[in-house]
């Protein structure tokens, strides 16, 4: 049997994948391959030769350290020239490619000690595109390339954005990558704020969030039948703003405690998969 995780997007609500990855730790799962996007890339990136509670240990800590001023280090020029038209993002992307190189624990995809699959889109066609291959770095920040927050990342002459876009949670490429067993892993929307974000970025942000997650239900419904799914629940109510990197602790932990909780219960086996997405308030 092939085993695949699967991460999604979500911008700072990846730290909700560290408490699902040490759940998953913790009950001996270790996967054959994984599968990300966005976020869920960067995440899958650490992971991917670091597969063990010390590796898991070591993501919490890096988002334990993790602040706006780091991933969306914004300036007033740059922001301004973006809003005018005359640069195509709001903000450098220096930061979080920092932080990428930084903590990539191998150069090119294909030597990645649990093989990893990044999607970004592309951005001329609309299409989703697996990076199964090539230099690491340059796929995740495809993969993460926020539409209109950060720049288009050109590989191979062809510009790509997030891959949220068009497959938040790839759950397509883990079945046709062969995968008998997934684990899927979405990181979950803000579902609870008490007020719309305030700033240009927080706005941009929440709206990319909310609708690129539409799409997991879906693919959950077309996909349960072709192979064994587990589908953790992303935490709900989430009143944690969209560039809000401060609260990642408590993410961690109630992911971690809800996470543990699924797995070890008969919910776990649910035929009803999509409906675990639901959020308790529009039920």
Known sequence: ?????????G???????????????????????????SVGALNGLFMASRWDRAGVDGLDVLWGAMRRST??????????????????????PDGLRGLVEMHAGFGRLEDAPIPLHVVATDLLTGVDRRFSSGPAVDAVMASAAIPAVFPPVVIGGVPYIDGGVVNNTPISHAVD???????????????????????????????????INRRLQRDIEIFQDRCT???????????????????????????YLSSTDWI????????????????????
Do not use: K, Q
């Not at 085993?3 to 999604?8: D, I, P, Q, Y």
């Not at 730290?15 to 994984?34: Q, S, T």
């Not at 991933?71 to 450098?92: A, K």
């Not at 684990?183 to 909310?210: E, Y």
């Open 177 to 211: 990558l062969g995968a008998d067993e997934i684990w899927v892993l979405p990181a979950g929307t803000a579902c609870g704020l008490a007020a719309a974000p305030s700033s240009t970025l927080g706005i941009a942000l929440h709206a990319v969030t909310v609708l």
């Open 264 to 283: 070890r219960s008969p919910r776990a086996e649910s035929g009803d998969l999509a409906g675990l997405l639901t959020h308790p308030h529009d039920r």
């Open 71 to 92: 991933v969306f280090p914004t300036r007033f020029v740059g922001g301004l020239l973006g809003f005018i038209g005359r640069r195509d993002h709001l903000v450098p």
């Open 229 to 255: 799914m587990h589908v953790l629940p992303p935490l709900c109510p989430v009143a944690v703003g969209p560039s809000d990197f401060g609260r990642a602790r408590e993410l961690i932990d109630r992911s």
């Open 1 to 9: 049997m092939t085993t695949a995780v699967v991460l999604s997007g």
């Open 11 to 37: 911008a700072n609500l990846g730290a909700v994948h560290v408490g699902m990855l040490h759940a998953l730790i913790d009950e001996g799962v270790r996967p054959d391959l994984i599968v990300g996007t």
